[in-house]
């Protein structure tokens, strides 16, 4: 692999990774780029190929140059089965200590593979019977724009069964925009939906944005509560702690920081203090989530109304335990159905993508003149989050 100009750009994020983290990933190419014509020209990547050349190169130079205590994550992708099959066929070598000393020490989800559960399990097994899944040197799992609560109670199901038969240390994590997302679109999370045999979500609505409030005194929930703006709303530690005033803070007349009157009362302190109520209220529903799933409430995709063979718990814990690659495999395949029912976000069909450098902007260098954009619902939610898993 020769040196090129992009291997400054390497080094850079490189140097960043090995001087912040605990745990870092390779800079892969997802699949989907090849595929959406503006994002092909602006990243050079026009086929699956040029998709799969690109990571191994930057694979390579991560290997050869990492440094200190930083672990890498090997960052597996694919938009469908085959791709994501034969992706982990020409990846996985980077992993395997008995063929390189500075080994990968575990694994990105991406692409299909954070979506689709299915292949998720199948992708474990092979892990297991391959020896790339091992106590000290392969520990961690990281699910790249994963927001379903539903997938939180999964996850932690796979993480329990990985870790009772074979490997103690192994964590799964996962990370999604939508505190930032929601936020960006003048949105707030308000209540958490966790009812037995139900759709399980985290809700939220426009709140409010009106320069009146800019001397009101009322704390935020009394006065979105009394105003109507939300019907239920709980507090955050953040949010409980404000005034609507705090948030809206702009008053008719008002000039901003660019020396203009804006139509939003928000400031960019505003934005942080809704951001911050977000992502806690998203921790919050994660947790609450596990604990209510623990307590045997458990969300409509995860059980099977008539047949208790269905029960995505009891399923898991038997592919598991089965410690043979051609008995898991089976048990995966033949309850099909069961992965039918836990549905994922969509595999990217390159139908939407969103510039890297746009949706920074968009999250977080709020302008004052901020228009607000289109309410989201969970589904613009779920293509907006897998369009900024990059």
């Known amino acids: ?45 026009f086929s699956y190929e040029d998709a799969v050349r690109a990571t191994q190169h930057n694979n390579e ?9 930083t672990k890498i994550l090997n960052v597996l992708q694919g938009g469908n089965h085959a791709e994501a099959d034969h992706w982990y066929d020409l990846m996985k070598d980077y992993c395997d200590p008995a063929k390189h000393k500075n080994h990968f020490n575990g694994w990105g989800m991406g ?13 474990l097994v092979h892990l297991i019977h391959d020896g790339l899944l091992e106590k000290g040197a392969h520990d961690w799992m990281h699910f790249l724009g994963t927001s379903k609560l539903e997938w939180a109670v999964l996850l932690t199901d796979i993480q329990r ?8 240390n192994f964590t799964i994590s996962f990370d999604c925009a939508s505190p930032f997302l929601a936020t960006a679109n003048g949105q707030i999370y308000h209540s958490i939906l966790a009812d037995n045999r139900s759709k399980w979500s985290y809700q939220m609505s426009p709140t409010a944005d009106d320069k009146k409030y800019a001397t009101d005194n009322r704390s935020f929930r009394d006065a979105v509560m009394a105003d109507g703006i939300h019907a239920e709303f709980e507090d955050s530690p953040i949010s409980s702690r404000l005034k609507i005033r705090d948030v809206c803070v702009y008053k008719p007349g008002d000039v901003n920081k660019i020396g203009k009157e804006g139509k939003t009362s928000w400031d960019s302190f505003s934005y942080a203090l809704m951001m911050g109520h977000n992502v806690w209220m998203h921790i919050e529903s994660v947790q609450r989530a596990n604990r209510l799933y623990d307590q045997g409430i458990c969300p409509d995709m995860m059980v099977h109304p008539t047949n208790s063979d269905y029960d995505v718990r009891k399923v898991i814990d ?24 836990v549905v994922g976000t969509r595999g990217f069909t390159g139908k939407r993508a969103v510039n890297a450098h746009t949706m920074f902007a968009n999250l977080f260098d ?8 289109e309410e989201l619902d969970q589904h613009k939610l779920d293509d907006l989050e897998e369009s900024v898993d990059v």
């Open 161 to 168: 069964a990985v870790r009772k038969y074979h490997n103690s």
């Open 318 to 341: 038997r592919i598991f335990a089965a410690r043979d690659r051609q008995k898991s495999l089976a048990i995966i395949d033949d309850h099909a159905k069961v992965w039918e029912r």
């Open 61 to 69: 130079y991560w290997m050869s140059n990492r440094y200190g205590e």
């Open 366 to 373: 709020v302008e004052e003149e901020f228009e607000p954009q």
């Open 111 to 123: 692409g299909q593979n954070m979506c689709d559960v299915h292949l998720v399990l199948k992708r």
């Open 1 to 45: 692999f020769p040196v090129t100009i992009g291997d400054a750009q390497r080094e850079k994020v490189l140097k960043w990774q090995m001087g912040i983290a605990t745990y870092g990933m390779t800079m892969d190419i997802p699949t989907w780029t090849f595929r959406d014509p503006i994002a092909a020209q602006a990243c050079g990547i």
